[in-house]
């Protein structure tokens, strides 16, 4: 007995994939197949793929930041000259301390005559002994570790790469010049793929630059706006000469003030706690009783 013809054709799946799903198949299948000839082509697949929920939302950013990374230059991500946080070769304990603990930095570049003369890397950790051991005899020179410096130029992926190779977190950055336009560390780098990396020390945004410590104490930054510290304080100080607590205070000190000098204003007195060779960048504020 003859077979029946229609009986050797294969029953349509009820499985089928619909003409989109086939699309997107035969792209990522192409993909793999064939390399992408550019990097849009590539991330246009990787968007379709988190179209089709292949991958979420979050996994697309980290890949598009990765990609991203590689087309980045220092320049575009270093924290410039004027807001980094130095140490002085020839500071003691009783100044490096209290610095350290007001910036919640882990890392802070060490100087000598000026901020283009590098000595060094500090690590917090490492002043860590002195408190069980006591500072006699102290110099910064023993606990420094040897500063890395790179050109602006420097691509992210390669600095990512050099960071992990050489085990280190931190490097300064120079111009065209020579001369120290900033620095870099690996969580700026990391912070471009994933987004901000924040952790238990991080100030909340509304409290970045106002930080209340005791019943009238506060710590200011010296970057706050005069027009948020009158809003937090309900006080009148002129914006109109000033952008910043720091230009008023500037103006009230007549001269570029070192660590613990006092300025009153208007009954508000302000204590300088961290000033560098440029500007001040941290002061007490006790508030009138």
């Given at each position: ?82 807001q980094m ?31 283009d003369d ?32 790179i050109p ?138």
């Open positions: 007995m003859s077979e029946d013809p229609s009986s050797s054709q294969p029953s349509p799946s009820r499985h089928q994939d619909k003409p989109s799903e086939k699309s997107w198949l035969d792209r990522v299948f192409n993909a793999f197949s064939a390399e992408p000839k550019s990097r849009e082509e590539l991330l246009e697949i990787i968007k379709e793929a988190a179209e089709n929920k292949v991958v979420d939302a979050e996994e697309l950013e980290i890949i598009q930041g990765a990609l991203d990374v590689a087309d980045q230059q220092v320049r575009e991500i270093q924290v410039p000259r004027s946080v130095v140490v002085n070769i020839d500071a003691q304990p009783a100044e490096l301390l209290p610095m350290v603990i007001e910036s919640g930095h882990s890392r802070f570049p060490v100087v000598g005559e000026s901020t590098i000595r060094g890397i500090l690590l917090a950790k490492d002043l860590l002994p002195l408190i069980l051991n006591g500072t006699e005899n102290f110099n910064l020179d023993n606990v420094i570790r040897p500063a890395t410096v602006e130029s420097k691509r992210l992926n390669v600095l990512l790469r050099e960071f992990r190779e050489n085990r280190y977190h931190m490097a300064m950055v120079i111009d065209e010049y020579g001369g120290i336009s900033g620095l870099v560390t690996i969580e700026d780098i990391l912070e471009e793929i994933v987004g901000e990396i924040e952790d238990e020390t991080d100030e909340d945004a509304d409290d970045a630059f106002i930080r209340k410590v005791a019943d009238n104490d506060y710590i200011i930054k010296a970057l706050t706006p005069i027009e948020d510290f009158n809003e937090y304080f309900n006080t009148g100080f002129n914006e109109d000469e000033f952008d910043t607590i720091g230009g008023i205070l500037m103006r009230a000190f007549g001269h570029l003030p070192q660590r613990n000098e006092v300025a009153d204003i208007d009954g508000y007195q302000f204590r300088v706690l961290y000033a560098d060779s440029r500007q001040i960048h941290l002061v007490r504020l006790s508030l009138p009783s």
